[in-house]
């Protein structure tokens, strides 16, 4: 299939272009699913306000969450 080393490096080069090409198109369409999700969220009044306490105890859940 190949007649030489840098054959093969090229088309693996090739690949993996591709392949990181549309995975960030997935991610990005991903993205902008859930932009989508919460803009409807926010015409839909499905959100809260928080003040400074507030939003440092909920990175603070989160990053408990996390550990």
Request: aromatic content about 6%; hydrophobic content about 35%; glycine content about 4%.
């Amino acid at each position: 299939m190949y007649t030489n080393a840098s054959e093969v490096i090229r088309e693996a080069l090739r690949f993996t272009h591709t392949h990181e090409q549309l995975l960030n198109e997935i991610k990005l369409e991903r993205l902008r699913g859930k932009l989508a999700d919460a803009e409807q969220d926010i015409l839909e009044q499905r959100y809260i306000t928080l003040d400074k306490v507030g939003v440092s105890r909920l990175f603070s859940g989160l990053k408990n969450r996390q550990s």
